[in-house]
């Protein structure tokens, strides 16, 4: 018999509704696997007795016949998104103690539909990374690590690695340059990143607001399509939500792809590009082909640009956000200081890590009076030409296909990637333009590589299309047939 935790969101509802087993012993048995499997350092802050209560609630509302869409599955929550009560660090030594007097609206929308929180998940500390190793709480574990230990991915490598380990149904993410994306194609699991808007950022830390944007993290393309349904929507609290329709993006999975045009971009093939990420593109490509979808290439010809683009846009947008971290409101303050400025000085230098500090650095100096319209304006006007390229690309295509990263997940402390933070950047290079542009953009499992790591495709849609995406993936993963952990 399947072990109750590995049943995908989809199978634990139906199951709940046919009335196999409870919310409570799904709960249960997910506490304890969670309990089990601590070496991944997958969690933060684990909250089995709230877990208990919702799950309690939930076996009342099966009982009574009034269940919700997500009535009683276990979640795991990215340690960014505010949870009442319950604490939430950004995987920061500045915010350790801060327990919100509030609830985010993706997490607000999760509860309203009967979602059970088992706890706050591991990442990035303020999202900032692309390996999960700058938490303040130490590093996550990738599930598919053998003989070393190898990263999740960054930002959301709690998120990703908790779903691939079977430590929650599924979780949320963030993506600000690929950090849903990534952490789900180095795990072998799904993840998308909607479009700009779609989902409130109220109450999520910010790391860059007009880039970052929630989604799931799951074990398969169904379930994020219903967990997407229930975290997005309108919010008046956000000033950047945009108020469209929330359709059934379970409706749109029916597998017809004919028809479509396929976007390949001639740019993210340079040269020397990994034989093996190629051939797996080309793979998808054919399933596709097969399934009565048109190829095309197209070109973004201001890709190039996407990545200095965006390592000037991030850092400047976070140093603006990480100023309110001052030690004299909330979060860690430095003790023992006697003048003001040597408070904010030494709250910051011992509150920040590594990471974050260099990103506040070079972000305001971008800003600065002397450097702002050689760098942020610049890269502002260049942000606006590569949106403008995806926009004349989809006037030749429905979905543009790439990989995800042109890489697999590398071992934990790798020299190469710690030394020269160049080379970790380098690995977002399929994944920033997406946000750059506020387009949505799904990454599943496609196969595996020569040393049995999972590679990512990626599927770019047009704005607010995320249900042609949903059909897209839907009829890729059947065929690509990736056998997960």
């Known amino acids: 018999m399947t072990d109750i935790t590995e049943l995908t969101v989809s199978e634990a509802l139906n199951a709940l509704k046919k009335h196999e087993f409870t919310s409570t012993e799904l709960t249960e048995a997910y506490l304890r696997r969670m309990e089990d499997n601590r070496q991944y350092n997958a969690y933060i802050t684990e909250s089995a007795d709230t877990a208990m209560e919702q799950a309690k609630e939930a076996d ?9 869409a997500l009535e009683g599955i276990p979640l795991g929550i990215k340690d960014l998104f505010c949870t009442k009560n319950i604490r939430t660090t ?18 607000q929308n999760l509860l309203n539909d009967g979602a059970v929180f088992l706890g706050k998940l591991n990442l990035d500390e303020f999202a900032m990374g692309g390996s999960n190793e700058t938490s303040y709480f130490g590093p996550v574990i990738n599930p598919w690590s053998k003989d070393k230990p ?16 079977h430590l929650c149904a599924a979780a949320t993410g963030t993506d ?28 999520i830390v910010a790391f860059a607001s007009s880039l970052d944007q929630a989604g799931p993290i799951a074990q398969d393309v169904r379930d994020c399509a219903i967990l997407l349904k229930s975290m997005a929507g309108f919010d008046d609290k956000d000033s950047t939500s945009c108020e469209v329709p929330v359709p059934d993006y379970e409706s749109f999975m029916n597998g017809d792809v004919a028809g479509l045009t396929i976007g390949m971009p001639k740019e993210y093939r340079p040269e020397g590009l990994n034989p093996e990420v190629a051939a797996y593109w080309d793979k998808a490509a054919e399933y596709l082909k097969a399934r009565g979808a048109k190829i095309k290439e197209i070109s973004l010809p201001h890709t190039k640009y996407a990545l200095a683009t965006y390592y000037v846009l991030a850092p400047a947008e976070a140093s603006s956000n990480l100023a309110r971290y001052d030690g004299i409101r909330y979060g ?15 709250t910051r230098t011992q509150g920040f ?57 590398f071992p934990i402390g790798d020299e190469s ?33 020569a040393e049995g790591l999972p590679y990512g495709m990626q599927l770019i849609g047009k704005p607010f299309d995320e249900g042609t995406l949903f059909n897209v993936a839907a009829k890729l993963e059947a065929d690509a047939k990736f056998e997960r952990k």
């Open 417 to 449: 990637m710690l030394q020269n933070p160049i080379n970790m950047y380098l690995n977002d290079v399929f994944t920033v333009s997406v946000n750059l542009a506020g387009l949505p953009a799904f990454s599943l499992p496609i196969g595996l590589s």
């Open 176 to 203: 600000t340059g690929g950090s849903i994306r990534e952490p789900a194609a180095f795990c072998g699991i799904t993840g998308i990143k909607p479009t700009y808007g779609r989902c409130s950022r109220y109450g």
């Open 332 to 346: 860690f303050r430095a003790p023992g200081q006697q003048h003001l400025d040597d408070l904010y000085i030494n």
């Open 90 to 107: 950004a995987a920061s030594h500045i915010l350790d103690n801060f327990i919100p007097p509030y609830e985010s609206t993706v997490t």
């Open 353 to 409: 890590g590594a990471e974050v500090r260099r990103r506040i650095m070079i972000g305001t100096y971008v800003l600065s009076a002397g450097y702002y319209d050689a760098y942020f304006l610049k890269a502002q006007k260049m942000r606006r030409l590569i949106h403008d390229d995806f926009m004349n690309a989809f006037k030749e295509c429905d979905v543009i296909l790439t990989p995800t990263s042109p890489i697999t997940a």
């Open 150 to 165: 190898l990263v999740p991915g960054g930002s959301s490598g709690g998120s990703a690695a908790a779903v691939a380990a």
């Open 60 to 68: 009342k509302r099966y009982a009574a016949g009034t269940n919700r």
